[in-house]
């Protein structure tokens, strides 16, 4: 009998799966980063407990192309500042991907709010636009002039937040207790440079960040850089506490309701 794609893979198999991804090269990407000051009491709004505020309203849009090898990738993502117990990072609202398969591992393993979408890096001579689109609108958009080469900063490590959940197949509440995700990525820079420029957002009612006005630019640069990653389960977390926050997640919290009609396939 010829293989079935869809039988059950052999551990050898699943071993060499394993050792192939094992000695991936390091992958980099050209970005443009943006952070400025908001109103904390927007963030504040934000953020689904145990996570809390930083001392400062910081917002970050990373925009970045990804080097794959055979087909690039666009990731993007807009972050808040926030912090665990002691711990201090990043919590990411929306992160658009070009491609699926980059979408569907940073959901289903690490809890990402990842959507697909457009990701545009530009640059011409000392020129350099980067936007976040879905839904026909570009929700941010950095544009500007490179001004200057900036300091290689040392190799970096950085956290993000997520939670990871599964919606109750009767529609209300999870499938077991939500979990908070610390994501940690060991961050490498071969260049960087800073843009002098603004940061535009604009008004999508599936991607609010003009909720997140810009009050002080602190920074834009463009660079290079390659990460890796590693998750662990912070700890589990409250289901009634989150479910006033699912609707981040979605662009109609309705569609986890969403399912094939009755006696189809």
Request: net charge negative; glycine share 10%.
């Amino acid at each position: 009998m010829a293989r079935v794609r869809y039988g059950a893979r052999t551990e050898a198999e699943a071993a060499a799966a394993r050792e192939r991804s094992s000695r991936l090269p390091d992958i980099w990407s050209t970005g443009v980063v943006a952070v400025w000051e908001t109103d904390p009491d927007v963030v504040a709004a934000i953020l689904p407990p145990p996570l809390k505020p930083t001392a400062r309203p910081l917002v970050r849009a990373n925009i970045s192309r990804v080097d794959l090898p055979g087909y690039p990738l666009g990731a993007g993502s807009v972050a808040v500042a926030a912090a665990h117990g002691d711990r201090e990072g990043w919590y990411p609202l929306v992160m658009p991907m070009t491609h699926e398969r980059a979408l569907i591992g940073g959901r289903e393993v690490f809890g990402e709010p990842k959507k697909l979408g457009e990701v545009t890096v530009e640059r011409e001579g000392l020129v350099v636009s980067a936007s976040l689109a879905r839904h026909g609108i570009a929700f941010v958009e950095v544009r500007g002039a490179v001004s200057g080469p900036l300091p290689i900063p040392e190799p970096v490590e950085k956290t993000d937040f997520y939670f990871k959940f599964l919606p109750g197949v009767d529609g209300t509440g999870f499938d077991g207790d939500p979990v908070l995700v610390h994501c940690v990525r060991n961050e490498k820079v071969r260049k960087l440079e800073r843009v002098t420029g603004d940061v535009i957002l604009r008004e999508s009612m599936y991607d609010p960040v003009a909720d997140l006005p810009v009050r002080r630019l602190v920074e834009i640069t463009i660079g290079e850089k390659t990460t890796d990653q590693r998750g662990t389960v912070a700890e589990r977390v409250s289901a009634q506490a989150l479910l006033p926050y699912i609707h981040q997640r979605y662009d109609d919290p309705l569609q986890i309701l969403d399912g094939p009609p009755e006696g189809s396939a």
